[in-house]
Nanobody, 112 residues
Framework: QVQVVESGGGLVQSGGSLNLSCVVS????????VGWFRQAPGRQRELVANILTTGTTHIMDVGEGRFTISRDNARNTASLQMNSLKPEDTAVYYC??????WGQGTQVTVSS
């Protein structure tokens, strides 16, 4: 049984930082590109960043210069480091193993 579990969300003030973790079990994360997505109330789910199996990363405009994505294949985990957070970053953040598996999400709330 494959499980994808996100953690690390919470309430933070504007300008603060959070590090989101994605722990995978039941499958080797090394086989998959990994993406972090987010969904705010009333909005579509959007890609924030992804990292390929090669380690190549892509940060979308919403996180450019502020977010860093990484993976640790040995630990079967992926992470999203978010700095200089803004209220518009408030959303549920999801970890996705392309194209098969999603986690349940972790809530990030940034207060102004």
């Amino acid at each position: 049984q494959v499980q994808v579990v996100e953690s690390g969300g919470g309430l933070v003030q504007s300008g603060g930082s959070l590090n989101l973790s994605c722990v995978v079990s039941g499958v080797s994360i090394s086989l998959y590109p990994v993406g972090w997505f987010r969904q705010a109330p009333g909005r579509q789910r959007e890609l924030v960043a992804n990292i390929l199996t090669t380690g190549t990363t892509h940060i979308m405009d919403v996180g450019e210069g502020r977010f860093t994505i990484s993976r640790d294949n040995a630990r079967n985990t992926a992470s999203l480091q978010m700095n200089s957070l803004k209220p518009e970053d408030t959303a549920v953040y999801y970890c996705h193993l392309y194209t098969d598996y999603w986690g349940q999400g972790t809530q990030v709330t940034v207060s102004s």
